[in-house]
């Protein structure tokens, strides 16, 4: 049921990983005194420095050499700091193939370092200076299983040897282009072990208590029910059977929406607006069965021109199912509406509600309820709550299922 569920539920969101966005770089950022410090595992950029910046800090060395480019080209200088003692890997990703990227690290915690690497005080403590390989994506950078520190010019690994570092130390990188570059990149560092996650401090709420008291509609008696309530957490229908009165602690200011029922009673949902009382009462009348009831599920809500139900569905789905199974007599027609304000009930209406009915009576189907309790039909526009609806919502609530109880 679950999974069915969630193949209804098309609105429901995955997380991404998040990026340092940096700003356009400038030539300053292609001079040692203009590196950008990453704050980040992850930085990408898609403005590469065009030149050497002001300063040509590398020059003057042989096209053999390990260590050092033979000059600065196309040039863009990085800083960081480690956050955790680790063995550090990273990857420069370029984003188009043909760009062909080399790089070199300096120790960072050096005074003066600049100047000092622009007269050769300072030496690298790694480099990378081969062809790009495309069957790579053309990425390069520091690997665990690399057995060299420096890869010299041509054809060569494309990663160099990673470092064993500390907590906190500070690092210089220099990425250079031998050619124009093409696009941008991606650097992305890697900590082994990684660092712990941030302590999390609980921020302490406010709460609300609130109960529920569901009665007999005739007799006014208290009346064992089953619950569904959609809003007290995040992204989870709450469900609870048996009780009269139910009793919960939640935070301030919760929009709900309570779906109630028993067998040998029509089901029915509460809507509660959030507000800030301490004491939040509900109380909930449940009417008998009869043939001929209908209840109208306003909150089955359709992505428009389609017969994907949203997220906001999923306790309307589970109270119906729920009806059903407490009443295993009852049978009902599954009606679909659409929304089509000032047009004919055309026939693309028609298709599409009873599509939309038809999402709902396969749910019920999926769920294992007896398909000879079951019918549904589409009714188009002809019975459209709001005729000239004036906002979104009420063009929504046009797009809806009512059920009718057919027998008992």
């Known amino acids: 049921m679950n999974r069915f569920l969630l193949s209804l539920a098309a609105a429901i969101l995955l997380k991404a990983a998040w990026a340092q966005a940096p700003a356009r770089n400038t030539q300053d950022n292609g001079d040692c005194t203009g590196a950008i410090f990453i704050t980040d595992s992850v930085y990408r950029t898609e403005h590469t420095v065009r030149g050497f910046g002001n300063k040509l800090e590398i020059k003057e060395n042989s096209s053999d050499h ?35 990227i080399d790089f070199i690290i300096f120790e960072g915690a050096i005074p003066g370092i600049c100047d000092k690497i622009a007269t050769k005080q300072v030496e690298p403590i790694r480099s990378n200076i081969s062809r790009n390989d495309p069957s790579l994506g053309s990425r390069c950078g520091l690997s665990k299983d690399a057995p060299e520190d420096f890869v010299r010019s041509g054809v060569g690994a494309s990663y160099s040897r990673s ?13 250079d282009h ?67 009165t139910y009793e919960y602690d939640m935070d301030m200011y919760r929009n709900l929406k309570i779906g109630c029922t028993n067998k040998g009673y029509m089901f029915t949902t509460v809507r509660v607006k959030g507000n800030t009382e301490k004491l939040v009462t509900v109380d909930i009348q449940l009417a008998p069965i009869s043939p001929g009831e209908k209840v109208v599920l306003d909150d089955i809500r359709f992505v428009g021109n389609e017969d994907k139900v949203m997220r906001q569905s999923e306790a309307s789905l589970l109270l119906l199912l729920r009806f059903m199974q407490e009443n295993p007599k009852v049978k009902i027609e599954v009606q679909g509406h659409v929304n089509g304000p000032t047009f004919k009930n055309k026939k693309e209406f028609i298709d599409l509600s009873t599509s939309r009915a038809k999402t709902v009576y396969d749910f019920l189907l999926v769920n294992d309820i ?33 059920v009718k109880v057919l027998g008992t």
């Open 66 to 100: 390990k260590q050092w480019f033979e000059r600065e080209h196309h040039t863009t200088w990085y800083k960081f700091r480690v956050p955790v003692k680790c063995n550090l890997t990273m990857d420069i990703t370029p984003v188009n193939t043909t760009d062909d």
């Open 163 to 175: 470092m064993e570092v500390e907590a906190g130390q500070l690092f210089y990188l220099v990425i």
């Open 178 to 244: 031998q050619d124009p570059p093409r696009g941008g990149y991606e650097i992305r560092f890697h900590y082994d072990p990684p660092p712990p996650p941030p302590p999390v401090e609980e921020e302490k709420k406010e709460q609300q208590h609130l109960v529920i008291n569901i009665t007999d509609a005739k007799t006014g008696k208290p009346l064992g029910a089953t619950l569904t309530i959609d809003g007290m957490q995040f992204d989870k229908v709450i469900e609870a059977k048996g009780k009269s």
């Open 370 to 402: 007896d398909p000879e309790r079951i019918s549904y039909q589409g009714l188009g526009n002809s019975q459209m709550i709001y005729p000239e609806p004036k906002n979104k919502e009420q063009s929504e609530a046009n797009r809806r299922v009512e």
